[in-house]
């Protein structure tokens, strides 16, 4: 392998690699702000500009290379002048609002003014403002902070296939916008705050809501889709704030749909039926897991039973599921479910050119790899059903039917079930996932179970058992 020298340190590199990439390997840390590894190499903002040995000027890490024998000095006196002169270019429209910007705390101007930056400025000029503005459902944005990186730009443009971000005027003028002020259409906005290296596009379901610096990570995968991208809780005190891109280059480079990033919501919803619950005078009525139990065994004994099985729920528990079932309720029919339309893996497929998947559920390919048959239509003469699902499957027609469920619901959809055993969301539970590529993928628990919602094993356990009463 070609090797080049960096700070003094020697470093092998592979062919096409980027000084600041190299440099990386050998924990030399080049500032950088329109640079970013998923989009284009344009060079403008000129603060990764490094000394390299033979070459008159200073050339920029982003755009230069690694060559064979290639030396390369990131701290000279020629390198950290021009950092200075960069930052206090950056810095002169830049306003001083970091105690109430979002971006405070994961800011890369921050950081590099603290590191590079001068305590004193120069300039005496008024600063160029701008008022906050809506770009849609997703994103606000303050013009102010915007360091003109065209990284927003170039995510349109590159990765998510709509020209929609534009730099309108020029120089001390310039201003990102959209063309004629639309809202932003894209399914993928989110990604616009992730890469914006500034508070200039901030996401507007997390603004104001939680400084990150008080934030814990949990890596995990996303359960929107049956791609499985892998991502980030963000939580605080048993409550979740955001969820961000974790990059994985096989499966979503550095990018979530919007779909996937806002789904962690229901987990909180108070809509959901977070205690066990039985059918009485017409409605659901919160009770004892003892006596919910007792009315699930009473509602499914003796009749004719279908099983339907979300394939939103892990390998662990579909596993469990195929040894409780024969045993527990032999003469039930069982089948998946998911996604309408999605019986089988075969009818998965690409639901945009980015990452969606038509699956709407993250396991539907685990649950076939074990074997489980799709639902299309239910047996008939069927006079009871037992659903158990994690939160993300769309539960099929069951008029008539007395169900009982065992997971996560809404009380919408519980309104027609006779006995509710709440479960748990993908955020509360460790496990495997199948993605479409057949990756076995882990979700990881990010925070304490919701209420008296319990895990499916524990659940399955208590019926083995018999506990609450008559087994
Ligand atoms: S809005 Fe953010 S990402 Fe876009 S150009 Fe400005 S600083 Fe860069
Ligand atoms: S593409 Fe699928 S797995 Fe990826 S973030 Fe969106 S919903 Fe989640
Ligand atoms: S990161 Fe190299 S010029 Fe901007």
Redesign the pocket.
């Known amino acids: 392998m070609p090797k080049c020298v960096i700070d003094g340190r020697e470093v092998e590199f592979s062919p096409g690699e980027n000084l600041i990439e190299v440099a990386k390997k050998v924990g030399v840390e080049i500032p950088y702000?329109?640079y970013h590894p998923g989009l284009s190499v344009v060079a403008q903002c000129r603060m990764c500009a490094v000394e390299v040995e033979k070459m008159p000027k200073l050339q920029t890490a982003c755009s230069t290379v690694a060559t064979d024998g290639m030396v390369v000095k990131t701290r000279s006196e020629r390198a950290l002048a021009n950092q200075k002169s960069v930052m206090e270019f950056l810095l002169i429209n830049h306003p001083l609002d970091c105690p109430i910007c979002d971006q405070a705390g994961e800011c890369d101007l921050q950081d590099y003014s603290y590191e590079y930056g001068s305590p004193y400025s120069r300039y005496t000029e008024e600063r160029r403002t701008f008022l906050d503005l809506d770009m849609g459902p997703v994103i606000v944005?303050n013009?102010n902070?915007?360091?003109?990186?065209?990284?927003?730009?170039r995510?349109g443009a590159e990765v998510l296939g709509i020209r929609e971000?534009v730099?309108t005027q020029r120089g001390n003028k310039t201003e990102?916008a959209t063309i004629d002020g639309r809202p932003l259409e894209t399914d993928y906005a989110g990604n616009?705050a992730d890469?914006?290296?500034?508070g200039?596009?901030l996401l507007k379901d997390f603004r104001f809501k939680k400084r990150v610096w008080f934030l814990k990570k949990t890596a995990t995968v996303c359960e929107g889709c049956a791609r499985g991208c892998n991502m980030d809780i963000q939580h605080d005190a048993n409550v979740i704030y955001r969820c961000t891109p974790r990059e994985n280059l096989e499966v979503n480079q550095y990018w979530l749909c919007d779909e996937g990033r806002f789904n962690f919501h229901y987990v909180h919803d108070a809509d959901r039926i977070m205690e066990p619950a039985v059918r009485a005078d017409g409605e659901l009525k919160m009770t004892e897991f003892g006596a919910s139990l007792d009315a699930a065994r009473a509602a499914l004994k003796g009749k004719k039973a279908a099983v339907l099985l979300g394939t939103d729920l892990t390998q662990e528990e579909a596993k469990l599921l195929q040894e409780f079932l024969p045993k527990y309720l032999p003469n039930a029919s069982v089948f998946h479910f998911g996604t309408p339309g999605i019986v089988s893996e075969a009818d998965d497929a690409p639901a945009d050119k980015i990452l969606k998947r038509k699956s709407k559920t993250s396991n539907l390919h685990g649950f076939e790899k074990l074997g489980f048959k799709g639902l299309k239509t239910l047996p008939t003469g069927l006079d009871a059903a037992l659903v158990i699902r994690g939160g993300r499957a769309t539960l099929p027609e069951l008029k008539g039917l007395s169900t009982v469920g065992i997971g996560v619901f809404t009380r919408e959809e519980a309104a027609t079930f006779s006995v509710v055993l709440p479960g748990l969301t993908f955020a509360e539970k460790d496990g495997t996932i199948v993605n479409f590529q057949g990756r076995e993928q882990h979700i990881r628990r990010a925070i304490f179970p919701a209420g008296n919602c319990k895990a499916l094993s524990e659940i399955l356990a208590m019926w083995a058992h018999g506990t609450g009463g008559n087994a």
């Open positions: 702000f329109c944005k013009m902070r915007c360091i003109h990186c065209t990284r927003c730009i995510l971000m730099a990102i616009y890469i914006c290296p500034v200039s596009l």
